[in-house]
């Protein structure tokens, strides 16, 4: 049972390069979200999607983009990326009853020079 | 204004010993949950127990209990019985209901640093 996949996990870029992390979950859960892990700042959410086709922003979500066409994935794209968006990106999903907790990808680290 | 906070950077804890990891929140949403994550040196996040604002009773999962305190607002993680394998980074974080959909919303607090000496 795969869970919450993201690739890749890690990734070096330079200023102004553009890169996609992808995201897939096979456990058929409607909400994903993205998170971005910075030291003292616990994890920030950058966009979040309630289904196929509808996306959201979060308390983050300048620099970064993203599209929900399947159920199944949520890529998160950096069209420009600067320095301030190094960081760890954690991709999640969750039912939508219940607690609403959330699975977790195992996290991507992305370091931008 | 945080809406999560975790003011104990770093915690120790012998082995064997219970710890209290301390965790307070703010939101005027009566209907809201509270969630426990562990993140070990490795990375992962790890979903370790929840607490819904009207739960009567203090949720518990084998040696983690929650410590809900409604009126001080304050949502403390409990483990028992430390074992040097709960060394690891321990979030905080809160879904609220209010304001239509809230899955996959959560807030998190700053983390803290659970170390168990042998």
């Known amino acids: 049972n795969a869970g919450v996949t993201q690739t890749p996990k890690f990734q070096v870029l330079k200023t102004g390069q553009s890169m996609t992390l992808q995201c897939a979950q096979d456990?058929?859960?409607?909400?994903m979200s993205w998170y971005r892990q910075d030291p003292g700042m616990g994890l920030r959410l950058i966009h979040y999607s309630v289904g196929a086709g509808i996306t959201d922003q979060g308390e983050v979500p300048n620099g970064y983009n993203v599209s929900r066409s399947t159920t199944e994935d949520f890529p998160l794209r950096l069209l420009s990326a600067a320095p301030s968006q190094t960081s760890v990106y954690f991709c999640a999903s969750s039912y939508g009853k219940g607690s609403g907790e959330l699975f977790f990808g195992e996290g991507s680290r992305l370091t931008v020079l | 204004a945080q809406k999560i906070t975790q003011t104990q950077p770093g915690m120790f804890v012998q082995e064997k010993e219970a710890v209290t990891l301390d965790c307070t929140y703010d939101t005027s949403d009566p209907s809201y949950g509270l969630f426990w994550y562990k993140q070990p040196s490795s990375g992962e996040m790890i979903f370790l127990i929840y607490q819904g604002s009207y739960d009567q009773q203090n949720a518990t999962e084998g040696r983690y209990s929650l410590n809900f305190q409604k009126a001080r607002k304050s949502a403390n993680l409990v483990i028992s019985a430390s074992q040097l394998g709960d060394s690891a980074m321990y979030f905080c974080a809160m879904r609220e209901v209010a304001g239509g959909t809230s899955y996959g919303k959560l807030t998190f607090g700053q983390g803290t640093i659970l170390t168990v000496h042998p």
């Open positions: 456990m058929n859960h409607e909400y």
